[in-house]
């Protein structure tokens, strides 16, 4: 598998085989993007959404690659910088459970549209 | 009872008209009158409020017995009840502005009421107080006197009666930090077309976003040979011997301090604690190395990893401190450290 | 190319029984529109309304603002490649009805929450409150997918305005404005001396109600694509994002794009405005590397001296927005961008996260987090539990008299990136 996504969605663990399943938050799911960034592994998609409502959605799904090189400096600037963003926004709001399925729904759908993108790569 | 909005002041010795230098020792006493500045503040309320009182201490007892003042000053001021809290100007008096300060931020904390000083843009007590406090930019000495309480009797009457207050420019005031949400008559991206012709044509612009600035310090090369490396161990996380005896501030700190570790293989508890009050400090205490790792340093030292560790240890708090002060604090221990020869330094933060 | 954009000013909507322009008045013929909108057998029912400027309306969740138009001369009616067959847009004339537009409302997923309001506070912070809004509120048939939910409503809204627009065809427009730019070469010997100026406009591309369409191409298969400012203007971009409020493009937006009206407006004065870069933002960073290397790669081809570069959105795009200005000031290009910023509910904290030295040249259209009071509506078109989305989120926010917080960002075109609106920043 050229990449592994990094998700609390279970509807994305369903769906795909190269799944890391954070059983947990948003913010934990951002985290273990962290690290495995610091690990050497790059970002494939940004880790954040492109609209406020979807960033207040209780689920997220990064795409990072497999193959572990040297940290990108870059990359951890940018997943540093949504931890923060995340957290500026979150940490003084209450999580939107009640449309629970309809973001897992489009972290979904915004993922395969991802996932599209970086077909006939190798 | 009169309709009068209530104003209590703060100034320091020299200010409260008690003396100068050699009376920066006297302890905070609350006079229920006013005194020095105050009085012309008041005339400048065109009667809409008074100023109830004076509090007074002397710049050397607050900031060295910090606690106690604060204590005192918040008693009085809880007692008082004013609408509204007063201190300086301080122009760039350091120690002055550091008091006026700490004030300032402990009664918009705890009373949540408005509060004005007045400040030159360098004093060393701005950063503490400014997201909390309406502090007028005054000149860097008492001649500004003049020009400052007129702008801080005009902010302290709109903040009493809660009107709108206007742009720092408009009030005079140094800017908190806030980024304000208006509707303004143009829209964006007129004035988008209007920054760039501006640009283009080489004029002054300004930005609507201004980028904050880091000064960006190069780092030293790297240590060529570990094992001949002298080490020195420095912190902001307020390691001090038990009893702190150079008594550094638990927050917004004025100094730091150096101890001779040489004898020792780790800063263990009870000898060392924290005097940091700006996190949970139970496991510090327990074991002080978790915040500044002499332990480590040392073992890497018998092991011959490194070749030595300093002989002084370096320390102060980092929360609260302005950067003007861990400037200063940097460069003075940078120096030491240098002339004893230190090829490296371990920083550790909490 | 020109085009003559032919303005009748309409100054109230009625519903009738006939679709006509009287003295400024326009009268929708509601079953007809109903009937066309209809003849998509997936529309299952169709409601239409009225919010007047200053009525205690509220519209919720609005998914699109589209403005009625009808081409008269040049080009094809409606919109080409989605509601016409294809056909250059940009030529010929336009006519408009001139504040009054088409708001489509109907929720693909619960968590949508754009809201107009049409007085009070909330008026304040969103430009369609100053707009005569026929409010076009769709269902669908059960078990339609999102995707296909989303294009319905989508296509219905266009399509409505196209209907709407037929009744100003034989109309005497107001004022006339004429939009004429001809090709690079032709305006660089005439103004010789003027810096060369582009506009690179970002647009959401990135999946369910995530989308932008130009000429009706989904734009997140494209590469950046050269536009005449004018095509914009006559319809040929359209909005297809559902979420975003505060800074979402509708299609209106697009139709009336400020900073293409802006820098029009400098044209063959200060400026010589060579024509817009269409910037799809893409989820993956290479979709991010690429988009910004061939943006500014063009505005080098073009021999460009700025270019004033837009957002849509927050979040990932400002990524995209610093790697368009680095670049650009890298290869001596100045550029001066237009976006929002979040500094927090009191607006102390700062926007840290999205900064590069190169941006020296910001301009602000406001925090995404400033927090406004609204009180209840006397009338709620589309879908009043929506509200409990926007009001609900944070303790404390809804107070038991209806009155509610919210954050700008529900609010919309609030915070609008191609500066539409008139909301900033400034430091206090």
């Known amino acids: 598998m050229r990449n592994i996504i990094i998700s609390n969605n279970p509807l994305v663990a369903e769906k795909y085989e190269n799944v890391f399943f954070v059983d947990g938050s948003v913010e934990e799911t951002l985290v273990k993007v962290r690290d495995l960034v610091y690990e050497g592994h790059e970002l494939v998609s940004h880790p954040l959404a492109a609209s406020l409502r979807v960033l207040f959605s209780p689920y997220r799904s990064v795409i990072v690659a497999n193959q572990c090189e040297q940290l990108n400096f870059d990359h951890a600037e940018i997943i540093e910088g949504s931890i923060c963003k995340y957290k500026k926004h979150m940490d003084v709001r209450k999580a939107d459970e009640a449309n629970s399925d309809d973001y897992k729904t489009v972290d979904l759908l915004l993922l395969q549209s991802a996932l599209n993108d970086e077909k006939g790569k190798w | 009872m009169s309709d009068k909005f209530k ?105 949540g009421i408005p509060v004005v000083t007045g400040m030159y843009i360098e004093n060393p007590g701005l950063d503490t107080c400014r997201k909390e406090a309406y502090v007028i930019e005054t000149s860097d000495s008492a001649g500004g006197m003049r020009k400052a309480l007129p702008s801080m009797a005009k902010i302290t009457c709109k903040l009493a009666k809660g009107l709108e207050i206007g742009s720092p420019e408009e009030e005079g005031f140094i800017a908190r930090g806030m980024r304000k949400s208006l509707i303004v008559e143009k829209r964006g991206s007129l004035r988008a077309v209007e920054m760039l012709l501006k640009r283009l044509k080489g004029e002054e612009f300004e930005t609507e976003m201004p980028m904050p600035v880091f000064n960006i310090v190069e780092p030293a090369a790297a240590i060529k040979d570990l094992s ?59 074991i002080p190395d978790r915040v500044a790792p ?55 933060s909490t | ?61 609005v998914k699109d603002v589209i ?105 005497t427009p107001d004022e006339v404005l004429t939009f004429e730019i001809g090709s690079v070469f032709e305006e660089t010997a005439k103004y010789p001396n003027l810096p060369k100026v582009l506009y690179a406009e970002m647009m959401i591309t990135q999946g369910l109600l995530h989308d932008t369409y130009i000429y009706g191409v989904n734009a997140q298969t494209i590469l950046p694509a050269v536009l ?122 700062q926007p840290l996260a999205d900064t590069a030295v190169e941006a020296v040249a910001v301009v602000s259209t406001g925090n995404v987090s400033h927090v406004i009071t609204v009180e209840p509506a006397e009338k709620v078109i589309g879908k009043a539990e929506s509200i409990a989305v926007l009001a609900g989120g944070w303790d404390g926010a809804l107070a038991e008299d209806g009155t509610f917080q919210c954050e700008l960002n529900a609010v919309i075109g609030s915070t609008s990136e191609i500066g539409f609106h008139n909301v900033t920043c400034r430091l206090y």
């Open chain 2, 7 to 111: 104003v209590l002041y703060y100034v320091n010795q020299f200010f409260g008209q008690i003396g100068g230098e050699d009376k920066a020792g006297i302890e905070p006493e609350f006079r229920k009158e006013k005194v020095g500045p105050a009085i012309g503040f008041e005339s400048k309320l065109k009667s809409e409020g008074e100023v109830i009182g004076t509090l007074i201490c002397g710049d050397n007892y607050f900031n060295e017995h910090k606690e106690e003042s604060l204590s005192f000053v918040m008693d009085v001021i809880k007692k008082e009840a004013p609408d509204i809290f007063v201190a300086g100007p301080a122009f760039n008096a350091g120690r002055y502005g550091v008091a006026c300060a700490e004030i300032c931020k402990a009664v918009a904390d705890e009373m």
């Open chain 2, 294 to 348: 002499l332990d480590i340093l040392k073992e890497f030292e018998k092991e011959g990893y490194i070749g030595k560790v300093n002989n002084y240890f370096y320390t102060t708090t980092g929360t609260g401190t302005s950067v003007a002060n861990a400037v200063k604090f940097g460069t003075e221990i940078g120096k030491e450290l240098k002339e004893a020869g230190v090829d490296g330094v371990i920083l550790t």
């Open chain 3, 228 to 349: 005449h400012p004018n095509e914009e203007l006559d319809s040929a971009v359209i909005s297809g994002n559902c979420v975003a409020a505060c800074d979402k493009i509708t299609t209106y937006q697009h139709q009336n794009n400020s900073v293409i009206l802006d820098l029009y407006a400098e044209h063959g004065k200060e400026i010589n405005f060579m024509g817009c870069i269409m910037a799809p933002e893409h989820t993956t960073l290479a979709g991010k590397f690429r988009v910004s290397d061939y943006t500014v790669k063009l505005a080098k081809l073009l021999g460009a001296d700025a270019v004033v570069v837009s957002e849509e959105g927050y979040g990932n795009p400002d990524s995209d927005l610093l790697m368009i200005c680095k670049k650009c000031e890298k290869a001596g290009i100045k550029t001066v961008l237009i976006t929002d910023e979040c500094a927090g509910r009191d607006g102390m904290s």
């Open chain 2, 228 to 286: 001949k490396a002298t080490i020195a161990l420095c912190t902001s996380g307020g390691i001090v011997p038990a009893g702190n005896p150079d008594h550094i501030q638990s927050a917004s700190a004025q100094k730091w301090g150096k101890y001779d570790v040489s004898g020792r293989d780790a800063l263990n508890a009870p000898d060392f604690y924290t005097t940091h009050g700006g996190y949970d400090p139970v496991y510090a205490n327990e």
């Open chain 3, 67 to 171: 403005e009625p138009r009808v081409k008269i001369e040049g080009g094809l009616n409606g919109f080409p490649g989605v509601t016409a067959k294809p056909a250059q847009c940009g030529e010929g004339r336009t006519q408009v009805l001139y504040g009054a537009a088409v708001v489509t409302v109907g929720d693909i997923v619960g968590f949508q929450e754009g809201v107009i309001d049409m007085w009070g506070e909330g008026a304040k912070w969103t430009p369609f409150s100053q707009t005569y809004n026929l409010t076009v509120d769709i269902n669908v048939i059960d078990g339609i997918d999102p995707h296909t939910h989303e294009e319905i409503v989508r296509i219905a809204g266009l399509r409505a305005a196209e209907f709407i627009g037929q009744a100003g065809k034989d109309v």
């Open chain 3, 1 to 61: 190319m020109k085009l003559e954009i032919g303005r009748i000013f309409i100054k109230d909507i009625q519903l009738g029984s006939e679709t006509s322009v009287k003295s400024g008045v326009l009268t929708v013929d509601e079953s007809g529109l109903i009937a066309k909108l209809k003849e998509d057998e997936r529309i299952k029912d169709v409601k239409i309304d009225v919010a007047r400027p200053g009525e205690k309306v509220r519209i919720i969740p």
